[in-house]
Each structure stands twice: as C-alpha cells, then as structure tokens.
C-alpha cells in the first residue's frame, strides 16, 4: 500500500489523516476516547494505519505505546501559550555553529564565541523597551497560534456526543493544510 500516493489522491483518506492528527489537540485525558470514537468513523482501508497509530501513540495499561500520550499531545502547550516546536532553539543552534565553524572549537574559540553571543543578547535585550510590541513570529503564524489557542480552549468535552466533537474537528480540520509526508 502506498500510502504517501494514497495521502496526496484520495481526500477522504487525506482528511483521516489528518482527524489522528487532531488527537495531539484534544486534552491527554480524552485521547483514547476520542481515538475509539473516530475508529467508528474510518473506512475499512484505513484500519493498517490507524492499528499502527494505536500501538505507536495510544496504546492501553496491558501494551503501552511506543510513544505515551504526554510526550506528543500539544493540548496544555498551546493552552498555556508555550511554543509547539523547538524551533526557536534549532535556529539558535543554528547561529552559533555558524560561529563556531567547528563540531569540537578549541577552548578559546568557545569562549570566544560565548562572550559574543552574550554581548548580542545584552544588546538585543537593551533594544527591548516595550514587550508587548516585540513581534518574533511572522504575522501568519501568530494568526495560526491564536486560532489553535481558539480550538483548544474550545474543545468540547461532551464525549458522548460525537456530532459535536465531529464539528470541532472540522474546524481543525481546516485549519491545517495538507501535511508533507
């Protein structure tokens, strides 16, 4: 089964797709819950996937998954305004081996290099003068932030009701564009 063929052809199985990936928004105890209730949902076709999903991020107390719940559900990230990926700290990464040209500098390159990054911290932070009107993120992305921190403290915890919880991953469902696999 290709399934990155699949992905980008058939819309139906694109939009599964994407409802596991909801999952990483619904609050960690409504994960498994809501995991069943969208088993119901699924075609036939889908079952190898979403039987891979199940073991690899869901799991139970008998077989617990590869990856536990906590450590790939974003719910309380985005509730409580902490960034959804390290990018901040790749990019930082990034700048300083840059500077460094080196995996393994000599010490006095390192230090160097560290008193540099402190001088430019002290700087950019004396620039600072109003917080509120310090914009890192691109105008798109505070607009995506805003509206995930919608979603999620949105989130309708009626779990027996699946038209309602259906509604809700519509919404989500737009509001991500088709994923690269």
């Keep these: ?27 960690t105890k409504d994960v498994r819950s809501r995991f069943i209730q969208l088993l119901s949902c699924f075609p036939p076709d889908f079952y190898l996937l979403a039987k891979y999903f199940y073991k690899t991020y869901i ?32 990019g930082w990464h990034s700048h300083m081996n840059k500077y460094m040209q080196s995996s393994k500098p000599p010490l006095w390159k390192f230090i160097h290099v560290i008193r540099n990054e402190q001088n430019r911290s002290e700087n950019l932070l004396s620039k600072i003068s109003d917080i509120s009107t310090l914009h890192l993120q691109e105008k798109d992305v505070r607009e995506r932030n805003a509206k995930f921190l919608d979603l999620c403290q949105n989130y309708i915890e009626d779990t027996t009701t699946i038209k309602r919880y259906r509604s809700w991953l519509s919404r989500f469902l737009r509001l991500i564009p088709t994923m690269d696999l």
Excluded: H, S
């Design 1 to 27: 089964m290709d399934l990155q063929k699949t992905y980008y052809q058939d819309v139906k199985f694109r939009n599964n797709v994407k409802l596991l990936a909801a999952l990483a928004f619904v609050p």
């Design 59 to 90: 799991g139970d107390e008998k077989t617990p998954a590869l990856f536990q719940i906590t450590l790939w559900n974003l719910n309380r990230r985005i509730v409580d305004e902490i960034p959804r990926t390290t990018n901040a700290v790749e």
